[in-house]
């Protein structure tokens, strides 16, 4: 497994350290750095880790309008650069470095189903800029990694004064991303004879004496740093007689402001109470033997993210003495591995060194605590094995089977094609479901709980509302999803899914549950559409490129599927090609389960269904209107009112009820009518299951599943007359509930797991001798 490491900088701070301590002690994972040219790059090369130059962008947060969109440039130029890297490298995860990192790479990179880290390393930002950069993470990272508990806290907690459209499930989100990793150090054999040697030589080249108490402080010249504390706890200390020394140990970076403040410094240590008892040492590669050479270590930050340099100096046998908050609870033991203190509480901190330096003893039993603490929780082993065990969960190591991505059309509904992506599941309970636009308050629970992945449709305003009239959207978002890394592209469509981009060598194959009804059956498509008359004429006009499209896309697909002869027909009329016929599946086994032998029919028929007007249930209506027959109608839509108009006293419409009052109305019918066309239709083997007959015009799906005198009867004509002729003619018949029941059996769920099985397998198969195979001749999808 490769991992790309991307550092937008070439500087070196902690982070960069940390980042390369990490990459040289790999046990699994092979890392190539991903950075600028210089500093890090040539650290990187002598450690013996392989580079990658990148341009490199440093954007900063700006309210300016005409910087941030300087910077998103700068962003984006990165972007396409590291994702035509890890295309050429074969890089299977992307660790960014930063929070910038992380943008740059999840917002610009486009990476093909790379999953992409953040390694969280400082506090997030405040305000709304914090908030916007944790809803990118929240909707872009595979995982972030916290380098404390208090860096997690901050980054998963979005603040309330979010939007409730952009704070919706995105907290949750970020709480399942975030996980901490503190970070490490290479654990040495203890030597004592080199540790002595390092501390005399740094001590004689820094000109401390070897009875004199050195504190060092290490880190970034920045205000918040607070090296000035130091400084004046120092004066505090001399005035009391102590032999002690401060050790500035870093530089200046980034900004101007650190300059500055780094020439304050400079300036307060040259007042004469404090001559010569101040060294700046500027930057120092040795941070090791520093430590091995001082008696202690401070760290006065307000808001330290982790401390490195706390685990660095105790590592080394060195109490330490840090400002209580941050990630420093999570390093200093207080009391036995070292002293905290309030932040800017100069006195406090004066108090913890001269109790230190006062006391050689107690600092010898500090630091023993302190190494003893670092190898036990914070060595760069445990910290690899935790990042390792991470990226083989984001990349499993592959087995025998395929990689497979279920994609539909939307998840915005709940319907029978919607159940075929539930059965999808089951037979492939790890892989992701692809879609447009989902509302998962719309969904059962087991795709509520699903992977899905939207795309960019799901951030319109109203689109759950109003999905159709964006039909010409469709084919654009269909074709922005990221299938690269799948084996098997299982494609659920009524419309547009199967309009993907395969990756090369993938196998695709399509359920259909029809041809696109806006380019094939436009008329009936926007029938039941509260359109104009003008937006239909200019919606026409789509129809002959969304035709093209469609064919074009179909014929991409390595193996169609139709969900009944009628869709099959349809398929080789409008695509000229042959397609296997799978029946939907149909949970038959929910209405024989617990429950006793169906009761003798009641006095009525029954209608289950939505009320639009291909539908065709006002041939129901109107058939046992005119015959005086009780009928039930269960359902709703915008039918419903000319139907009422049309019923006779007869007539019941229940709107919609539960599932139990539904499955008890069709226990207890005479037989469901099914007066519409449909391409299968699962509502009558539902009735069927619950024992009773159907009653349907012969056309569609239903001569697929009616039987003639087994489970039910047929009307010819899509007239009231034609229904009403049945309806006199069924009191006629006799029916065998327990036949009925086992007919609709073998159209469950098992029977379509062990088709689509044995469909898939063959389409695999199939790939592997492409010579042998229509699949070897596959056309090429076209947008």
Known sequence: MKVGYYNHTADVSGAEISLLAMATHLREAEPL???????????????????????????????????????????????????????????????????????????????????????????????????????????????????????????????????????????????ELATVIHNGVPLDSEDDTDWAADRDRIRRELGASPDTVVVTIIGQIAPWKRQEDAIESLRLLLARGLDVKLWIVGEPKFREENMAYAERLKAMAAAPDLARRVVFTGFRSDIKEICRAADLLVLCSDNEPFGRVLIEAMAEGIPVVGTRAGGVLEIVTEGETGMLYGIGDVPALADSIGALATDPERRQRMGRAAFVRIREKFGITSTVAKVEALYRELRPVRGAGPRVAIVHDYLNQMGGAERVVSSLLRIYPDAPVFTTIADRAKLPADLRSADIRTTWMQRIPGINKRFKLFFWLYPLAVRSMDLSGFDLIISSSSAYAKGVRVPEGAVHVCYCHTPMRFAWDFDNYVKDMELSAA?????????????????????????????????????????????????????????????????????????????????????????????????????????????????????????????????????????????????????????????????????????????????????????????????????????????????????????????????????????????????????????
């Open 535 to 783: 937006v239909k004429k200019l919606s026409r006009l789509m129809i002959a490129p969304l035709r093209r499209w469609d064919a074009a896309n179909t014929a991409g697909a390595d193996e169609l599927i139709a969900n009944s002869s009628i869709v099959q027909e349809r398929i080789r009329d409008h695509y000229g090609r042959q397609a296997a016929i799978i029946h939907p599946p149909v949970d038959t086994e929910r209405f024989s389960r617990g429950k006793s032998e169906a009761r003798a029919p009641g006095d009525y028929y029954l209608v289950v269904s939505r009320l639009v007007s291909y539908k065709r249930i006002d041939v129901a209506v109107e058939a046992c209107s005119l015959l005086g027959e009780r009928l039930i109608v269960v359902g709703d839509g915008p039918d419903r009112e000319r139907l009422a108009r049309l019923a006779g006293p007869n007539v019941s419409f229940l709107g919609r009820l539960p599932d139990g009052e539904v499955e008890r109305l069709m226990r207890g019918c005479r037989a469901l009518l099914f007066p519409g066309v449909e391409d299968f239709g699962i509502t009558p083997l539902e009735v069927n299951a619950c024992g009773r007959p159907v009653i349907a015009y012969r056309e569609g799906g239903a001569q697929d599943t009616i039987r003639q005198g087994l489970n039910g009867l047929f009307f010819d004509k899509q007239t009231r007359e034609s229904l009403a002729r049945t309806l006199l003619g069924f009191q006629s018949w006799t029916w065998d509930p327990a036949r009925i029941r086992a007919y609709a059996a073998g159209f469950g769920e098992e029977r379509f797991e062990r088709e689509i099985r044995a469909a898939v397998s063959a389409a695999l198969s199939a790939r592997e001798q492409p010579a042998a195979s229509p699949a070897g001749q596959r056309k090429e999808a076209v947008v």
């Open 33 to 175: 750095l991903l950075c600028p040219s210089g500093e890090l790059a040539e650290r990187a090369r002598a450690s013996g880790l392989q580079h990658v130059a990148v341009p490199g962008y440093r954007a900063r947060m700006t309210r300016n309008p005409l910087r941030l969109a300087r910077h998103l440039l700068g962003m984006a130029a990165e972007g396409r650069q590291i994702a035509r890297i890890v295309r050429e490298q074969g890089i299977d995860i992307v660790h960014a470095n930063s929070i910038r990192g992380g943008l740059t790479v999840s917002l610009f990179a486009r990476l093909r189903g790379v999953p992409v880290i953040w390694h969280i390393r400082d506090h997030m930002p405040g305000g709304l800029i914090g908030r916007l950069v944790k809803t990118v993470a929240a909707r872009k990272a595979s995982s972030l990694v916290c380098i404390s508990e208090a860096v997690k806290k901050g980054t998963a907690e979005l603040g309330d004064d979010l939007t409730p459209v952009i704070l919706d499930g995105l907290e949750a989100r970020v709480g």
